[in-house]
């Protein structure tokens, strides 16, 4: 037969879990940081998207423009590390977003125009 569990004594028990103090000003802080570096980002990314359609349109073939967009591309976190001083502070997951943001965002964006554009392929 198997023995009963004795339970310890309530002073015995470690105490109850607490969850730590939570520090509102250091999370408003970043998020108002990482909000300016994903609008510096979205705009940064947007030339560059204008830019690799208008060399488009110009009668570079795909393959010249899509290497200089992925040049720009990244070049651009190097620019917003420039342009932000707290940069610093941005973790890994941060900066994988926002390349990501800028990436994908580049090539609709290119995607888009090209298929909005009047001109002849």
Same mark, same amino acid.
């Given at each position: 037969?198997?023995?009963?569990?004795?339970?310890?004594?309530?002073?015995?028990?470690?105490?109850?879990?607490?969850?730590?103090?939570?520090?509102?000003?250091?999370?408003?802080?970043?998020?108002?940081?990482?909000? *300016?570096?994903?609008? @510096?980002?979205?705009?940064?990314?947007?030339?560059? =998207? /204008? !830019?690799?359609? %208008? &060399? *488009?349109?110009?009668? @570079?073939?795909?393959?010249?423009?899509?290497?200089? =967009? /992925? !040049?720009?591309? %990244? &070049?651009?976190?190097?620019?917003?590390?420039?342009?932000?001083?707290?940069?610093?502070?941005?973790?890994?997951?941060?900066?994988?977003?926002?390349?990501?943001?800028?990436?994908?965002?580049?090539?609709?964006?290119?995607?888009?125009?090209?298929?909005?554009?009047?001109?002849?392929?």
């Amino acid at each position: 037969m198997a023995k009963k569990v004795r339970r310890k004594p309530a002073e015995e028990q470690g105490p109850a879990f607490e969850f730590p103090v939570f520090d509102e000003v250091a999370f408003v802080t970043k998020e108002y940081e990482m909000t *300016s570096a994903l609008a @510096l980002t979205a705009g940064f990314t947007v030339l560059v =998207g /204008i !830019l690799s359609w %208008a &060399l *488009s349109v110009t009668g @570079l073939l795909w393959y010249i423009v899509f290497p200089i =967009g /992925i !040049l720009l591309i %990244a &070049l651009i976190p190097f620019l917003v590390r420039r342009l932000r001083s707290r940069s610093s502070t941005y973790t890994k997951g941060d900066w994988a977003g926002l390349v990501a943001l800028e990436f994908f965002g580049w090539l609709a964006l290119w995607f888009v125009l090209q298929n909005l554009s009047p001109h002849a392929i």
